[in-house]
């Protein structure tokens, strides 16, 4: 099974209008709601792609409960842990010159509540089970909730993924998780390094057992530690594309724990998966929303991407 955490859920509110003016009576031409946050996107990609997935977090409120409704039919199974503070919503404002989002921070969530969700996980997985951390904690969060929750997948034996930035990405390879996915910009932020290969082998000395980077139209660099060694790849897209960026990385981790749940070990399994990656990463960008893929798209690319072996060390 693979199970996705999305620690501050959303719900995705999207108008459409002709123009966007600030001070002014807008007229909106179209509402649009969706279940969001990254894990949720994750989970529906894995879903689309006929895989059995579990999405759990934190849900509250009258959001929350819209937000359990939207995803219900999209064949995730649910299981939230429900608190009383209410879920939050993303809002974007799209017009001819692009699209304006608006970001609410998500509830400030009691401590015990880490604790239930750290439980939740150890009645949840097991031995060959994948969890999914993806997205942002959100405001106030403990320092040990993020390696909390990774502890209690790792002590179930579940392989653990985490597509997260600042200073969760560095928590998340202190305490060992299975494999990251930040993308070329979060990764130098959180290390200094511009090159993705050495901010990804920082990462794994701190003790990430692989790193995957998204680089936008450049690929994917992935980097796995192999005892003493570092060794890297790199995959390219096969075409250019242009569409909605949006979900891309969330399509990149489904396929990513796709590879984890193969339960290969990394450094030969990992390299033969990025091809998946970065055409679901691609199928997701000509899809309207995140979340979404088009499948089509992906077989076809799928079938033209190769895998670049980088310098060893």
Known sequence: MILTLTPNPAVDVTYTLPAVRLGEVNRVTSVTEAAGGKGVNVARVLAQLGHPVTATGFLGGDTGVLL???LDGSGVTQRWLDVPQRTRRTTTLVDAAGATLLNEPGPRL???AWADLAALLTTSVG????VVV?????PGAPDQAL????AAAAGRGARTLVDT???????AADAGADLLKPNEHELAEATGAVDPVTGARALIDRGAGAVV????AAGLVAVVADGAARPAWRARPAEVLSGNPTGAGDAAVAALALALHADEPLATGLPAHLPDAVALSGAAVLAPVA??????AYRRMRAAITVEELDAR
């Open 147 to 150: 390696p909390t929750l990774l």
């Open 134 to 138: 993806s997205g942002s904690t959100p």
């Open 127 to 130: 031995a060959g089970d994948v």
């Open 165 to 171: 930035s600042g200073a969760g990405l560095l928590a």
């Open 291 to 296: 979340g979404a893929v088009d499948l089509t």
């Open 68 to 70: 359990r409704r939207l």
């Open 110 to 112: 009691d401590p015990g």
């Open 213 to 216: 980077v998204s680089c936008g």
